[in-house]
């Protein structure tokens, strides 16, 4: 069978399918075939699959989360937590930096630092290349996510 | 003249989903909340159904109303705000298991059904349950263990009572894959089912 169509022969079965999911909620009919007889078993199994709600904080939590959103809380603090990690990474970088690079060139030598750089170029070549070959076609949902 | 389509949204649904959108966006007190409260059940259930991780599924919820919150001026109300929702919802659920690398779908016609029917089978004794409660357990397990496509296709076909059209354009799959999807899903299931019964008869 093509993965996307229903042969002829498959047909069949299929409206064997949906008068089993539409007597799904019907006393059982003798009258009815032992194929539809199966599905209407499998579609009352599928109607009475365990639900799971969500909580009863959940909307007083969505409506907290959007306050803070609007509020711009968020927008004003990443700015905020991104310029404390540059000048404290800047810091340890000055005060460590040259004791670390003497470490590094002492452990693995001018040829190690070459190669290292080396492998790191090429594995971050790969990963770029694979997230952008995995990438999925844009559908409206993404354009809503993209715009949100 | 053409028959009526019985799975077409009415104009009463279309209009109710108009006045609540428009409250929402003009930002009367309590409309946004009840847009949640009317919708966080049909949400969670997608979340759950695909990622099937209570902490995941109540972070992903969360972000898809956020989402909502912030897209509801795109929602032009040419179908039910409940279809457009899921859609949101779908979308965020589908792009968390790719972040994650889980596969959302099986890649062959059967093969992921026969491992889901492997799995099925270690946990039951099927020489000694034969009643109905008992042949829906095994088919809920078997529904546990399918691809989360698979898993919510079926959900929402069956117990949100979904038309396949309006499924099509909540995960933007065509709906000839949809009824592909449906239809072998729901055979696996019955050959489940005839595999327990042939042992136990």
């Not at chain 1, 803070?68 to 970088?93: C, S």
């Not at chain 1, 090429?122 to 290349?129: H, I, N, Q, V, Y």
């Not at chain 1, 952008?132 to 949100?148: E, G, N, S, V």
Request: net charge neutral; hydrophobic share 45%.
């Amino acid at each position: 069978m093509n993965r996307d169509r229903i042969s002829p022969v498959d047909a069949v079965e299929w409206a064997a399918q949906e008068q089993g999911r539409r007597h799904a909620g019907d006393a059982a009919d003798a009258r009815t075939s032992a194929v539809s007889a199966d599905y209407r078993q499998i579609a009352m199994a599928l109607r009475s699959l365990p639900r799971s709600a969500p909580p009863p904080d959940f909307t007083a939590a969505v409506l907290r989360q959007v306050a803070v959103h609007e509020a711009g809380v968020e927008k004003r603090l990443v700015p905020v937590l991104i310029a404390v990690l540059v000048v404290v990474t800047a810091a340890m970088v000055l005060l460590f930096g040259r004791y670390w690079w003497q470490l590094v060139q002492l452990h693995v030598g001018h040829d190690g630092i070459r190669w290292a750089v080396a492998l790191a170029a090429c594995m971050l070549a790969s990963r770029l290349c694979r997230r952008w070959l995995r990438r999925p076609a844009p559908t409206m949902a993404d354009a809503l996510y993209r715009h949100a | 003249m053409g028959m009526p389509d019985p799975t077409a949204p009415d104009d009463a649904t279309l209009h109710a989903d108009h006045v609540l959108v428009t409250a929402v966006l003009a930002g009367t007190p309590g409309a946004f909340e009840q847009l949640v409260r009317s919708y966080q059940g049909l949400c969670w259930h997608i979340m759950d159904r695909m990622v099937r991780h209570p902490d995941d599924t109540r972070e992903l919820c969360q972000e898809t109303f956020l989402r909502v919150h912030q897209s509801l001026h795109q929602y032009r109300g040419e179908r039910p705000l409940k279809a457009w929702i899921a859609q949101v919802a779908y979308s965020v659920a589908r792009r968390h298991l790719e972040r994650r690398r889980i596969p959302i779908a099986d890649n062959g016609p059967d093969g992921q059904m026969h491992a889901a029917a492997e799995q099925v089978s270690d946990g039951f004794d099927l020489e000694t349950h034969t009643s109905t409660q008992e042949d829906h357990a095994l088919l809920h397990a078997a529904i546990e263990a399918l691809p989360p496509l698979q898993r919510t296709l079926l959900t929402l076909y069956h117990l949100e009572e979904m038309p396949i059209a309006e499924i099509a354009s909540v995960t933007a799959i065509a709906e000839g894959t949809i009824k592909s999807h449906l239809f072998r899903s729901r055979r696996q299931l019955r050959q489940i089912l005839h595999a327990r019964i042939g042992v136990t008869a």
